[in-house]
């Protein structure tokens, strides 16, 4: 697959496309084989970015981060999905990731900046897959889990929801059996049992939040906030109110009441679907 095709596939804005291609024609380093190792290995992946990252000093962009990623999707991921029978969509819809993050970027701060480097090996290494509104991560660590992340252009309509679970455990039949009965996890603020105070009850996200049972609660983590107010970095009082999540919970937070992260489980699969 070549460069141009890539980029095409991934609906790159025009503007990072000749970006890359004018990172390529400025490329004066050869990145060793045993970092591209590293970053396809989820026990090394993060140490894998940041030896790129140090050899690419004068990346501000992260242009040259994403091209050098983006060379390895082409080398080794394209070829693995071919080599696996996975289908070109779900490739496509993967790698989308870098598309999105980089708009959103755009969308807040008027430029283009891929700073999402650091979660890419997921993609890369075909750890994580987009199915429809909701990716899937398989992670094996002391015990072995698939995470559900909810994309920030996710359709959390009931049966966006239901279709992608079912397309997603049918795909994981064809490619991963040996991930059968593995839970189902998720990881998120849409998860915190205060929302139902903060939005409408005939929300999407209030059918999402049913579909799990909470196992942990932690209040001392606020990345939320990168989420429900993308590039705000104020004090609570300026935050802004364009949602009435936004809203109330700014207003919830100025109470000096308390909001986070939550993780929780998909107890019965079969139940859902």
């Known amino acids: 697959m070549t460069e141009y095709e890539l980029y095409q596939l991934m609906e790159l804005p025009n503007e990072v496309a000749n970006l890359l291609l004018d990172y390529k024609e400025r490329r004066d380093i050869t990145i060793p084989l045993s970092i591209r ?37 082409r080398a080794y991921s394209y070829y693995e999905y071919i080599n696996r029978f996975i289908p070109l969509d779900i490739f496509i819809a993967t790698m989308k990731f870098c598309t ?78 040996e991930w059968k009965n593995t839970p189902l996890t998720c990881n998120t603020w849409m998860l915190m049992p205060e929302i139902a105070n903060l939005i409408n009850k ?37 935050l802004p109110e364009d949602t009435s999540l936004q809203r109330n919970l700014k207003q919830h937070l100025l109470l000096g009441e308390k909001f986070g992260i939550a993780k929780g489980h998909i107890s019965s699969i079969k139940d859902i679907l």
């Open 37 to 73: 190792n590293k970053i396809l290995n989820p026990k090394t992946w993060d140490e894998g970015i940041s030896d790129l990252e140090k050899l690419l000093v004068n990346d501000n962009d992260g242009i040259g981060v994403l091209w050098e990623l983006l060379y390895i999707v």
């Open 100 to 177: 999105r993050f980089l708009h959103e970027h755009y969308e807040t701060f008027n430029t283009y900046k891929f700073i999402w480097a650091w979660w890419f090996p997921r993609q890369i290494a075909l750890k994580e897959f987009r199915i429809g509104s909701l990716e899937y991560e398989f992670i094996e660590g002391e015990e072995k889990e698939i995470a559900i992340h909810i994309p920030s252009d996710a359709n959390l309509n009931p049966n966006a929801i239901i279709t992608s679970l079912r397309e997603f455990i049918e795909f994981q039949q064809d490619y991963f059996p």
């Open 202 to 238: 005939e929300s999407n996200l209030v059918f999402f939040q049913n579909l799990f049972t909470v196992d942990d609660i932690r209040y001392d983590e606020t990345w939320y906030m990168d989420w429900i107010y993308p590039g705000y970095k104020g004090n609570k009082e300026s």
